[in-house]
């Protein structure tokens, strides 16, 4: 049961108006200072993943996370830039075909893809 305080209903509403994953740091420096310290930002980020609020990507050591909309996404991931850009999902027929051979029932999938966006192409 997640429990609710003010700060994390904040934080809540910080991210919901968030067009991009962020992580506990982005939330950290964007909020009002002193609002809300980095490790009850990231204690919350958990609990709201752990009761299903916001999806949580991982890049490098770092943790990203978004709220978790109808709208099945997934994410092009810049190793150099950390950019992410969204694209749909076009997985589910080909997972259809795949997991069927196994009798395998599926619940969810996630897919992160890594490389390098166009700007750092440009420059490595
Ligand atoms: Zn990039
Ligand atoms: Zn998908």
Redesign the pocket.
């Known amino acids: 049961m997640l429990k609710m305080t003010k700060q994390r209903t904040l934080l809540l509403d910080y991210l919901k108006k968030s067009t991009k994953p962020l992580s506990a740091e982005m939330v950290y420096l964007k909020l009002p200072q002193g609002s809300m310290n980095l490790s009850t930002i990231y204690r919350s980020l958990e609990a709201f993943e752990v009761a299903g609020l916001v999806d949580k990507t991982n890049l490098g050591n770092l943790a990203y996370y978004k709220i978790r909309s109808h709208e099945?996404?997934?994410y092009l991931v810049c190793k150099n830039c950390h950019k992410m850009i969204e694209i749909d999902?076009?997985?589910?027929s080909f997972l259809e075909v795949e997991t069927k051979k196994h009798h395998f029932k599926v619940e969810s999938?996630?897919?992160t893809v890594y490389g390098y966006c166009e700007k750092c192409q440009t420059l490595a």
Request: charged share 30%; proline share 0%; hydrophobic share 20%.
């Open positions: 099945h996404k997934h999902c076009h997985v589910d999938h996630d897919l």
